[in-house]
């Protein structure tokens, strides 16, 4: 499975943005699409995830301003963020996860940066 996100940038505080990712590939469903962050010097952290039937779990830093949504015909996954603050700045990454068969993908990140 390969994944490609798109969609970051600059923005300031306040601002939105949405990041896609598109998963191809011959192993088909994925179970769960999620998105990770990392800024320098954290560690990587869980910021939403969705699963196949269309359940969904967000990281509480962003609960209330970020919406995770799939697109399962199109093997795509978005996040709209909004009310961004300097915090939410960090490398985006795109997480595919299967069960069969087994596997844990990862996209090159896409980099969001908040400034004033």
């Known amino acids: 499975v390969q994944l490609v996100e798109t969609g970051g940038g600059w923005v300031q505080p306040g601002g939105s943005l949405r990041l896609s990712c598109t998963a191809s590939?011959?192993?088909?469903?994925?179970?769960?699409m999620s998105w990770y962050r990392q800024a320098p010097g954290k560690e990587r952290e869980l910021v939403a995830a969705?699963?196949?039937?269309?359940?969904?779990a967000y990281g509480d830093s962003v609960k209330g301003r970020f919406t995770i949504s799939r697109d399962n015909a199109q093997n795509t996954v978005h996040l709209q963020m909004n009310s961004l603050k300097f915090e939410d700045a960090a490398m985006y990454y795109c997480?595919?996860?299967?069960?069969?068969?087994?596997?844990?993908?990862w996209g090159q990140g896409t980099q969001v940066t908040v400034v004033s």
């Open positions: 997480n595919a996860r299967l069960i069969v068969p087994p596997g844990n993908y």
């Open positions: 590939g011959n192993v088909f469903p994925i179970n769960v």
């Open positions: 969705a699963t196949v039937d269309g359940n969904t």
